[in-house]
C-alpha cells in the first residue's frame, strides 16, 4: 500500500528526544545477558531489530521484563545459558547476525541461524572468517557466506587480526568471541570505527585495551550486571536535523543525543557544506559522551567525503545525497562501497530514489555524483523494505513540488517505530508560524 506525502511549505521547529540508540541497545542487551545478575537499562530501543536481540536472549533463558523506560535483564550468566535447539530466526537484524556469531562461536552448542530475504543476501564472511580462525565451525546451507547457517562454537584460540573492512559489527563480533577466548585476541582496524563495543564492555566491568586503531581483549573474562542509560540515536536525529538544514524558516534542537565522534561523521560533513548546526555535550555516560544538537536552515554547498570518516556515517549516506541536492553545484560521495551490502544495495536504491522524484544523479561502484539546486518534482518511490530509504522518502517530502508516494512505511519500525510521532511533535504549518 502506497503513503502519499507532501510537507513543502510547511516547517520543523522545537525540541526532540529521539528513541535510544540502535547500536547501542543491541550491545546492552547482549551484554546483560552475557552478564551474571541483574542490569536495569533505561531509554532502550524497542524497535523491530532490537527486538530480534530480546528474543534470543530469551531463548537462551535470560529474563527480560519491561516497565515504561526501564528494562531489566536477569541472566544467570552465559556459562548456564540453557540449550536451543530452535533455529534462531534474525529477522532483518545483521546487528543481531554478526554479533551473536561472536558470542556463539564459544558456546558449546550447535546452533542454526536465518533471517528474512533481505538478511539472506547479507555477506557473513567477514564474520565467519575470523570466527573460523578461532576455531567454530559454520555450515552454509544454500549460498556459502549467507545465511542460513548453523554455528558450531566451543574451545576457540585466540588470534591476531586485521579487519579487511572498515566494520565496527566485525570486530564486534571478535571482541565478544574473545572475550570467552584463553589468552589475548587483538583486532586491527584499517579506519576507526564506532566503539560502543568498547565502551560496553568496560561499562559491564570488563577489561580491554584500545591503541589508536588496535583493540585488544583478554580472554575468560567475567562481565558484571550493571545499570546503563541509552542516549538519543544520532542516526535517527539526523532526519530531522537534514530536513531542518533544508527548509526555511526552521530551527530544531535534539536533546540528549549521542555524540559519540564515531557516530556524528554527517554533523561534521554538514558542517563543512555550510550546514548551520551546533553541538554540546551536556554530560557522559560512562564513556559516551551525550548533549544536544541544534539545526537551523542553511546554504549549502558541496564538499568532499574523507575516507576516514566513512564508517562514522555510512548509515546517513543516502541522507546526504538529499540533502546535496540542495546544494548551489553538484557534489559527489565517494569511498561509499559498503553501501552496496546494507538491507538492499544502498547506491543503487537511493539514486534511483532520487530519480523517481526527479533528480539527476549517477551511481558508480564505489560512489555517486548528485545533481546541485535539484527541482525536486515528486513521484512514487521503491524502498526496497529499507527503512532508512522509506524515512528518506518522507524527508524528500519537505523539498518537493509534488507529493512523494512511498511503497512501504512499515519498515520503518525496525529502527524508529515512533518516527511519525515524532514529526509530529515538531511539524509547524508555515502560515501558523509567520
Not at 332 to 339: N, Q, V
Request: charged share 20%; hydrophobic share 35%; aromatic share 6%.
Amino acid at each position: 500500500m502506497d503513503h502519499s506525502y507532501h510537507y513543502q511549505g510547511s516547517i520543523i521547529q522545537g525540541e526532540l528526544s529521539v528513541p535510544g540508540d540502535k547500536s547501542m541497545s543491541h550491545r546492552a542487551i547482549l551484554f546483560a545477558s552475557l552478564a551474571e545478575g541483574k542490569s536495569t537499562i533505561y531509554n532502550l530501543l524497542k524497535s523491530e531489530d532490537c527486538r530480534r536481540t530480546i528474543d534470543v536472549c530469551q531463548a537462551f533463558g535470560v529474563d527480560i521484563q519491561f516497565d515504561g523506560h526501564k528494562t531489566y535483564i536477569t541472566s544467570s550468566g552465559i556459562d548456564h545459558w540453557q540449550s536451543v535447539t530452535n533455529t534462531l530466526d534474525l529477522g532483518n537484524s545483521g546487528t543481531t547476525t554478526r554479533l551473536l556469531s561472536g558470542i556463539l562461536a564459544s558456546l558449546n552448542q550447535s546452533i542454526r541461524l536465518t533471517g528474512d530475504d533481505s538478511l539472506q543476501h547479507r555477506p557473513m564472511k567477514r564474520v565467519t572468517g575470523p570466527l573460523s580462525l578461532m576455531g567454530a565451525g559454520f555450515e552454509f546451507e544454500s549460498v556459502s557466506d549467507r545465511l542460513p547457517y548453523t554455528v558450531s562454537g566451543g574451545d576457540l584460540t585466540p588470534i591476531e587480526y586485521e579487519l579487511l573492512v572498515a566494520s565496527a559489527q566485525v570486530k564486534s563480533a571478535i571482541l565478544l568471541a574473545g572475550l570467552r577466548t584463553k589468552g589475548k585476541t587483538i583486532v586491527q582496524e584499517p579506519i576507526k570505527t564506532r566503539d560502543h563495543t568498547e565502551n560496553m564492555i568496560s561499562a559491564f566491568g570488563g577489561e580491554i585495551e584500545t591503541n589508536g586503531q588496535t583493540v585488544s581483549v583478554t580472554g575468560q573474562q567475567t562481565l558484571k550486571p550493571t545499570d546503563l542509560t541509552i542516549p538519543g540515536d544520532p542516526s535517527s536525529a539526523a532526519f530531522w536535523i537534514a530536513a531542518a538544514v533544508m527548509t526555511p524558516q526552521s530551527d530544531i534542537t535534539i536533546q540528549q543525543v549521542s555524540l559519540n565522534e564515531t557516530r556524528i561523521g554527517f554533523i561534521h560533513v554538514l558542517q563543512r557544506m555550510g550546514a548551520d548546526i551546533q553541538m554540546t555535550v551536556d554530560y557522559w555516560i560512562g564513556d559516551e559522551p551525550v548533549g544536544h544538537v541544534r539545526a537551523r536552515s542553511s546554504s549549502l554547498k558541496p564538499t568532499v567525503l574523507k575516507d576516514d570518516e566513512i564508517p562514522s556515517l555510512i548509515d546517513e549516506v543516502p541522507l546526504l545525497a538529499l540533502v546535496a541536492t540542495q546544494c548551489d553545484s553538484d557534489m559527489t560521495l565517494s569511498g561509499i562501497g559498503e553501501l552496496k551490502y546494507k538491507e538492499t544495495d544502498r547506491i543503487h536504491a537511493t539514486v534511483e530514489l532520487l530519480h523517481s522524484i526527479g533528480v539527476q544523479a549517477e551511481k558508480y561502484e564505489d560512489a555517486m555524483t548528485i545533481k546541485g539546486q535539484a527541482r525536486i518534482k515528486g513521484g512514487a518511490v521503491t524502498t526496497y523494505n529499507d527503512h532508512r530509504l522509506a524515512m528518506l522518502g518522507v524527508i524528500a517530502s519537505f523539498v518537493s513540488e509534488n507529493p512523494i508516494e512511498i511503497d512501504n512505511i512499515e519498515c520503518i519500525n525496525i529502527s524508529y517505530p515512533s518516527f511519525f510521532a515524532d514529526l509530529s511533535q515538531i511539524l509547524q504549518d508555515s502560515e501558523r508560524v509567520k
